[in-house]
């Protein structure tokens, strides 16, 4: 794949070295041309000053010239303003880099092979069904997973599944209070659904029986912890962890209710896992870690029997990880965790994609994994990101006031469908056609809203305003792509093919500067992919979409494909070009999870 800074870079190395020595060639600057100016590439010349003997004018201006004698076939022209050298290149060039890029579709990824990263993404709890806000989680952790892979890296996407604790104990004991047996089979409902209409059932009755008690004369911290209801919830854990076999048997079968919902709203959404954990089956290990050091000296017991880490020489304060009645936190599951997927894998890095509420919890695992001695919890990084709100404002799970995963993928796609047949878009199409492109478009406006956003921004989604055929939306690119893959239907009708990698680059013809600027801005694709990796932002590969499919849609506006009057050079070259850019936006697309329909 050419790399045209690298190209640049290798010229002026040369010019420099024959102007003033070879010593020098170490100190070259060299960027992308700023916009208000004109040229490719910029030259810095003060750091050779010294050398030239000349003024910074002077010394740009002696360079140019030099290379526009020697570099001819890749520098074309250039200009001088005060100590900066702006480059332009060639036609012939920027023709050469669009046959590499149809040679080389990956673009140039910089390529990490070797490192092996795991994700970890979506981490829900068996109490509840998944929420808008697991579905930033879940799009963005896959997002950032494809990204990875792209980089060459030996990419793990993995779930883990909070299956134990108080809170599945609250929608368990709400099942056997009021449920009087109910199933999803008997009631219809998806598992997932079922059991957190318990949850919400448990919270109601706690909130009942705390303003009882406080009626009584309690104050609200008593109430709220001796309420039967709650107390009745923390006796069931300990005869869960105590492998109580009643207990035990109605945790796995409630479970398994909502393994099955969860399963059909993951397909739904278009995201998949290479293995699950299950803390269930961790936090066993993270109680033996603990145990461990306490004894080395590490941690300390408190008079109720609690164990702690003290992390206030760290700038923090002392850490609960493993209660007085012997029962685990969150922490403790984490640590057993963490050490078994290394154990298992050997990670270079370990992502875990959670939302910012959570910045401190990872920040006290990283350093209590390395008070514990594990060197590799340097390689630990934490992909904060922000909440997402509506217009109406946050969402509550115990007050059942969430926005549902599986409500809001069939209204997106429910609305995908109006809008587009509003606009005509579906003309002509089946009934089985209309539905697969309004399932494309829908979770396309739904994953590129979200994703377009910087992970570390708090976000607030409008469902309407994400389907838009013209604005920076998911639909617009959609709609980009499939109205390139019209014109190559009709123009393979007609008899015109696409040209080759070599016949790109001799094409018969001068390119326009807009078919430059296209060829230019798909070369970038590479180290737009790079930076996302390296961030790990979906958000950089969206921004660059949107701008490919903003500046196809001026080029073809102003530059028509198949018209008659447009020569068959043209014509051929054009479509070429346009092809290039469609198969582009399918990959940067395909990294974001999106779909791109074939007809819009």
């Known amino acids: 794949m050419m790399n045209a800074e690298n190209t640049v870079k290798g010229c002026c190395e040369r010019a420099v070295a024959a102007l003033y020595g070879e010593g020098t060639v170490a100190e070259l600057q060299i960027a992308k041309t700023r916009k208000e100016f004109q040229g490719d590439y910029t030259l810095v010349t003060f750091p050779l000053l010294k050398t030239s003997r000349k003024s910074p004018e002077a010394t740009a201006q002696e360079i140019g010239l030099w290379l526009r004698e020697n570099c001819a076939e890749t520098i074309g022209d250039f200009n001088v303003i005060k100590g900066f050298l702006n480059l332009s290149l060639t036609p012939a060039y920027w023709l050469g880099v669009l046959g590499s890029l149809m040679r080389t579709p990956n673009h140039g990824f910089v390529c990490e092979a070797g490192r092996t990263v795991m994700v970890e993404y979506s981490s829900p709890n068996t109490n509840k069904p998944l929420h808008l806000g697991h579905v930033r989680n879940n799009l963005l952790g896959y997002s950032v997973a494809k990204i990875l892979e792209a980089n060459g890296c030996n990419v793990l996407k993995v779930n883990l599944v909070n299956d134990r604790g108080i809170h599945i104990c609250k929608s368990m004991l709400a099942w056997l209070r009021f449920g009087n047996g109910e199933t999803p089979e008997s009631s219809g409902m998806k598992g997932d659904h079922l059991v957190g209409k318990y949850y919400v059932a448990f919270d109601q009755a706690y909130k009942a029986e705390v303003k009882e008690l406080m009626a009584g004369g309690a104050d609200e911290e008593t109430a709220k912890r001796e309420a039967p209801i709650m107390r009745e919830a923390q006796e069931m854990l300990r005869r869960w962890e105590a492998k109580d076999p009643e207990v035990y048997g109605l945790w796995e079968r409630m479970n398994g209710w909502v393994y099955e919902g969860f399963d059909r709203t993951y397909e739904a959404m278009g995201v998949s896992f290479d293995k699950v954990y299950y803390e269930s089956n961790t936090y066993l290990l993270g109680k033996e870690l603990v145990q461990k050091g306490l004894d080395d000296g590490v941690f300390f017991r408190k008079e109720d029997g609690s164990v702690w880490a003290d992390l206030t020489e760290d700038g923090l304060d002392q850490k609960l990880l493993l209660r007085g009645d012997g ?40 350093l209590i994994l390395g008070k514990l001695g594990y060197g590799w919890s340097d390689g630990i990084f934490h992909l904060s990101y922000g909440m997402v709100e509506l217009p109406e404002g946050k969402m509550k799970s115990r007050e059942g006031t969430v926005v549902d995963a599986d409500d809001l993928i069939a209204e997106m796609i429910e609305t995908a469908r109006g809008v587009a047949v509003e606009a005509g878009k579906l003309d002509g199409l089946s009934e089985a056609e209309v539905a697969e492109i309004s399932r494309m478009v829908g979770l396309g406006a739904l994953k590129y809203f979200i994703l377009k956003v910087d992970p570390k921004k708090t976000m607030l989604f409008d469902p309407r305003e994400s389907i838009d055929f013209n604005g920076n939306t998911g639909p617009f690119i959609q709609y980009t792509y499939a109205r390139i893959k ?113 007809r819009m």
Do not use: C, W
């Open 486 to 598: 019209s014109l190559e239907r009709r123009a393979a009708e007609a008899g015109t093919e696409v040209l080759s990698p070599a016949g790109a680059f001799d094409a018969g013809r001068t390119p326009e500067p807009k078919e430059i600027e296209l060829v230019k801005h798909l070369a970038e694709f590479g180290a737009v992919v790079a930076q996302a990796g390296a961030e790990f932002s979906p958000a950089v590969v969206a921004a660059y979409a949107y701008d490919l499919a903003k500046e196809f849609n001026q080029y073809y506006h102003d530059y028509p494909i198949l018209k008659t009057e447009v020569s068959a050079v043209d014509r051929t070259f054009r479509l070429t070009l346009a092809s290039q850019v469609a198969a582009t936006l399918a990959r940067a697309m395909g990294l974001l999870g999106i779909e791109m329909p074939q």
């Open 327 to 366: 029962t685990s936190v969150y922490m403790t599951q984490d640590l057993g965790t963490a050490v078994q997927r290394h154990e298992e894998y050997g990670l270079d890095r370990m992502i875990y994609v959670v939302g910012n509420e959570q910045n401190y919890h990872f920040q006290v695992l990283k």
